[in-house]
């Protein structure tokens, strides 16, 4: 595998994107990082709860942890209604 980091970046991000588009904003905005941390690692079916980490299969990384230091609103409309 060529770049397994930026693969992985895209992947994560793209998890992330695709979790919070669903979420309302008042709701992101005050649990933002669990929120985060719940779309990359994901929810366990069974137990409901927030996995531990996230293997990628195809060259057995694993991700254990993120750290969110700052939320940036991309979309200017919405950043300038706030």
């Known amino acids: 595998m ?33 929120k985060i941390k719940e779309a990359v690692f994901g929810i366990d079916k069974v137990t409901k709860q927030m996995r531990n980490e996230l293997l990628f299969k195809s060259n057995n990384l694993v991700i254990s942890s993120v750290d969110v230091r700052n939320i940036e609103i991309t979309d200017i409309k919405t950043r300038q209604c706030l």
Request: aromatic share 10%; proline share 3%.
């Open 2 to 34: 060529k770049d397994f980091v930026g693969d992985a970046c895209k992947s994560i991000a793209s998890r992330i994107r695709g979790n919070i588009s669903a979420i309302p904003f008042e709701t992101l905005h005050y649990n933002s990082s669990v």
